[in-house]
């Protein structure tokens, strides 16, 4: 990667619409239907008729019409035969492990009606099948054009990033309400497109995801996330303690720099790609831990309407303590999940991160988008419905965001 590359502006030209697989799911039902209709309306006739009338008299004030032509009967005669031919039903064990492998194969939930496995009483969950991807990006409304390319703001009427590219908090009937509830923010998106691709694909969507700065197809990326249904924030690079020995990369905003050089720079890394919600740090323990650099930042993030997440990794951070002064919409994570990136020490992490919940109402962790955090933490997120607990975007973790869990017959991927 070139200094030109991460200097040209992203998210400038348009991303390709990709075809919806559902729109032709739905048209190759509708024209089943249409097929399975034409076989009753040739027999129509003989379906209306008396008991006891012959096959050609017509009931008194009928208009008798000719007999259908030949070519219709033999077309409905061939229509029929298959179904005459059709095997005898499947046995209710076996139906169970098709049902099963579909279940495997496709993700989409099938739900037995009083919990039994018979072919007759199954009903697919449509609501978990269906797109559950967010609106395109950039709102129009919410674009300011600067020399570094297109930055948030706060639209007209009030509008704002945080809440327009944020994902609704939804929840099945299955979750009353009040149940706890925990937010996952993974970070790292966009620097290795194989795995980028990977998370984007088989995390749940109520996952959100923290994409760097520096990545070379970010305006794709972004889209096709927000496409799966996962609200996005911003990483920006922070200075850590032990600068510059550990690099965040190219515009990092330092403790040492002015008020207007780190702005600039912010401004840059807000230029990168649009549609997301809010920002994190990515590092920043010194940067963070120096409240005269860090407060006019601060003041810009709110300035521009996103909700900032301090990612927890610096016990010395004044965000949380500067946050309100600015009017800035804040959390802190609860717990770094894969501080250890082994699958044992992060499916740990994630049990102490369910108990947060439990004892607070919400929790919420954040790791990276290495592939054993991102497989561990997937398995966890698809079974929290099913332990009482509700998987919901970052959003909803922001104290003055949260409009309570809506309830409703609509789930989370």
Same mark, same amino acid.
């Given at each position: 990667?070139?200094?030109?590359?991460?200097?040209?502006?992203?998210?400038?030209?348009?991303?390709?619409?990709?075809?919806?697989?559902?729109?032709?799911?739905?048209?190759?039902?509708?024209?089943?239907?249409?097929?399975?209709?034409?076989?009753?309306?040739?027999?129509?006739?003989?379906?209306?008729?008396?008991?006891?009338?012959?096959?050609?008299?017509?009931?008194?004030?009928?208009?008798?019409?000719?007999?259908?032509?030949?070519?219709?009967?033999?077309?409905?005669?061939?229509?029929?035969?298959?179904?005459?031919?059709?095997?005898?039903?499947?046995?209710?064990?076996?139906?169970?492990?098709?049902?099963?492998?579909?279940?495997?194969?496709?993700?989409?939930?099938?739900?037995?009606?009083?919990?039994?496995?018979?072919?007759?009483?199954?009903?697919?969950?449509?609501?978990?099948?269906?797109?559950?991807?967010?609106?395109?990006?950039?709102?129009?409304?919410?674009?300011?054009?600067?020399?570094?390319?297109?930055?948030?703001?706060?639209?007209?009427?009030?509008?704002?990033?945080?809440?327009?590219?944020?994902?609704?908090?939804?929840?099945?009937?299955?979750?009353?309400?009040?149940?706890?509830?925990?937010?996952?923010?993974?970070?790292?998106?966009?620097?290795?497109?194989?795995?980028?691709?990977?998370?984007?694909?088989?995390?749940?969507?109520?996952?959100?995801?923290?994409?760097?700065?520096?990545?070379?197809?970010?305006?794709?990326?972004?889209?096709?996330?927000?496409?799966?249904?996962?609200?996005?924030?911003?990483?920006?690079?922070?200075?850590?303690?032990?600068?510059?020995?550990?690099?965040?990369?190219?515009?990092?905003?330092?403790?040492?720099?002015?008020?207007?050089?780190?702005?600039?720079?912010?401004?840059?890394?807000?230029?990168?790609?649009?549609?997301?919600?809010?920002?994190?740090?990515?590092?920043?323990?010194?940067?963070?831990?120096?409240?005269?650099?860090?407060?006019?930042?601060?003041?810009?993030?709110? %300035? +521009? =309407?996103?909700?900032? $997440?301090?990612?927890?990794?610096?016990?010395? &951070? #004044?965000?949380?303590? @500067? /946050?309100? !002064?600015?009017?800035?919409?804040?959390?802190?994570?609860?717990?770094?999940?894969?501080?250890?990136?082994?699958?044992?020490?992060?499916?740990?992490?994630?049990?102490?991160?369910?108990?947060?919940?439990?004892?607070?109402?919400?929790?919420?962790?954040?790791?990276?988008?290495?592939?054993?955090?991102?497989?561990?933490?997937?398995?966890?997120?698809?079974?929290?419905? %099913? +332990? =009482?607990?509700?998987? $919901?975007?970052?959003?909803?973790?922001?104290? &003055? #965001?949260?409009?309570? @869990? /809506?309830? !409703?017959?609509?789930?989370?991927?």
């Amino acid at each position: 990667m070139t200094d030109d590359d991460l200097n040209a502006p992203l998210g400038q030209f348009p991303v390709p619409k990709r075809p919806s697989r559902g729109n032709a799911l739905y048209a190759a039902v509708a024209i089943a239907g249409l097929g399975l209709l034409a076989v009753p309306a040739a027999f129509l006739p003989a379906l209306v008729r008396p008991p006891g009338a012959a096959p050609n008299q017509t009931p008194a004030g009928v208009s008798n019409n000719a007999p259908p032509p030949p070519h219709i009967v033999a077309r409905a005669r061939e229509t029929v035969a298959p179904l005459q031919d059709a095997p005898a039903a499947v046995p209710a064990e076996k139906a169970g492990l098709a049902a099963e492998a579909v279940e495997r194969r496709t993700g989409v939930k099938i739900i037995r009606a009083g919990g039994g496995g018979a072919p007759e009483a199954l009903v697919i969950d449509v609501a978990k099948a269906l797109n559950t991807g967010l609106p395109s990006a950039p709102d129009p409304r919410l674009i300011e054009q600067t020399p570094h390319g297109p930055v948030p703001r706060i639209g007209a009427y009030g509008a704002r990033p945080s809440e327009v590219y944020a994902r609704s908090a939804i929840s099945t009937d299955g979750l009353t309400q009040g149940a706890p509830r925990i937010a996952l923010l993974i970070g790292g998106m966009g620097l290795a497109p194989r795995a980028t691709e990977s998370a984007i694909a088989s995390l749940p969507g109520a996952v959100t995801l923290g994409f760097a700065p520096y990545g070379a197809d970010l305006a794709r990326e972004t889209a096709r996330a927000r496409e799966a249904g996962h609200e996005t924030v911003l990483q920006i690079p922070m200075e850590p303690f032990d600068f510059p020995r550990d690099n965040p990369g190219p515009h990092t905003l330092l403790a040492g720099a002015g008020k207007a050089a780190n702005i600039d720079n912010l401004t840059w890394l807000m230029s990168r790609f649009t549609g997301y919600a809010g920002v994190t740090n990515f590092l920043g323990g010194k940067l963070t831990a120096d409240a005269k650099t860090l407060t006019p930042v601060l003041r810009e993030i709110a %300035a +521009r =309407g996103l909700f900032y $997440v301090d990612d927890g990794t610096s016990a010395q &951070s #004044l965000a949380m303590t @500067l /946050a309100p !002064g600015q009017a800035l919409v804040a959390a802190r994570a609860d717990l770094v999940l894969d501080s250890t990136a082994e699958p044992e020490a992060i499916g740990a992490a994630l049990a102490r991160l369910e108990a947060i919940a439990r004892d607070k109402g919400m929790a919420i962790g954040v790791a990276s988008a290495l592939p054993a955090s991102v497989e561990t933490i997937g398995r966890f997120a698809r079974a929290l419905e %099913a +332990r =009482g607990i509700a998987l $919901v975007p970052l959003s909803a973790a922001m104290p &003055s #965001l949260q409009s309570g @869990l /809506a309830i !409703g017959s609509s789930a989370v991927r």
